[in-house]
């Protein structure tokens, strides 16, 4: 029976799903696994069941025994996988790409919501004793309809913000890498360069390839010329980090949304997290019950096709 580790303390699911055709073993804390483990884990399990802190890089991979055939990210992504490597040893490599798609859509409106609505501030304003009426200056935010929302990588979480946002009665653009049909009633897609001078609202839902990294800097922002809110549910080195402060604090933006940050986590003494026009989360896109269930089902279904079971 092939043996297989899981790296950090997850659902129960997960070895109920996987123990009736593997030998499974979980790392009992819910902490990264400590680098010096993962080199022992490489050269001792037939699969590795990663998670996104766990940094499979080719140092890592160079000690795997032969034996590893499988790694399987719990995750929709592979950022901290180096793929390539892995391939070149014979490792297959999934992600649950199919998994978050519906809790990150979702979670980009209410973190999107609760910065616009300032619902954090107002909450934190009734619990410091503040409130005493009803106040018509109070925590002013906007409305949607008619506002433009701008989408950038229109892949099913693109596409699942995209449906969101037209709830909202906001006009919906997109920019993609290439044409693709929109799917969603009333929403277009433009070039990059057009999307950057007509949005209000910028969501960010693109993978971190070597095309993306960085795209967001300051001469890009530059280029905004509505100040948007800019929401980075995709990756942290999307945005350019010192370029976004310049940005916020020259007020070239309304205000970020973050949900992800380069480097992640940030600092606690870092300017993003304690300016009043940002918003910074610690990546909880996925962060559903629901959303952790049908991850450790994909991952189970990735394991069986990885060793052809």
């Known amino acids: 029976m092939k043996k297989i580790f ?14 009736a055709d593997f030998e499974v073993v979980s790392h009992s804390e819910n902490a990264v696994l400590p680098r010096e483990k993962l080199l022992e884990v490489v ?68 973190a999107f919501l609760s910065f616009l609505r300032k619902i954090s501030k107002g909450q934190a304003f009734v619990r410091e004793g503040k409130w005493i009426s009803w106040d018509p200056w109070l925590f002013l935010g906007e409305d949607l309809p008619g506002k433009t929302f701008g989408i950038l ?25 290439r044409e693709v049909d929109p799917e969603v009633p009333g929403v277009k897609q433009v070039p990059w360069e057009e999307m950057l001078e007509q949005v ?12 993306t990294i960085g795209m967001i800097d300051y001469p890009t922002i530059q280029k905004m010329s509505k100040r948007p809110i800019i ?18 604090e020259q007020n070239l933006l309304r205000g970020a949304v973050l949900d992800v940050t380069d480097p992640e986590p940030l600092p606690a003494n870092h300017p993003l997290c304690h300016m009043e026009n940002c918003l910074v989360v610690p990546h909880l896109g ?19 096709k990885g060793f052809n079971i």
């Open 6 to 19: 899981i790296t950090r303390k997850l659902t129960p699911l997960l070895s109920e799903l996987l123990t």
């Open 153 to 177: 990588g229109y892949g099913r979480i693109g596409k699942a913000v995209a449906r969101r946002a037209r709830g909202f009665d906001l006009n919906v653009i997109f920019s993609h890498y």
């Open 43 to 110: 050269r001792t399990y037939d699969g590795i069941l990663s998670t996104m802190p766990d940094k499979i890089d080719r140092e890592v991979l160079s000690e795997a025994g032969s034996q590893l055939k499988v790694i399987c990210n719990y995750a929709s992504g592979l950022d901290n996988i180096d793929v390539a490597a892995a391939r070149e040893r014979g490792i297959s490599v999934f992600n649950a790409s199919n998994a978050v798609t519906h809790s990150t859509a979702d979670f980009t409106f209410a």
């Open 231 to 248: 929401i980075n549910m995709a990756r942290g080195p999307v945005v350019k980090t010192d370029d976004l402060v310049r940005a916020l």
């Open 200 to 211: 209000d609202y910028l969501s960010l839902h693109v993978p971190a390839t070597a095309e």
């Open 286 to 304: 996925s962060s559903t019950i629901d959303c952790r269930e049908i991850t450790a089902r994909e991952t189970a279904a990735n394991f069986k």
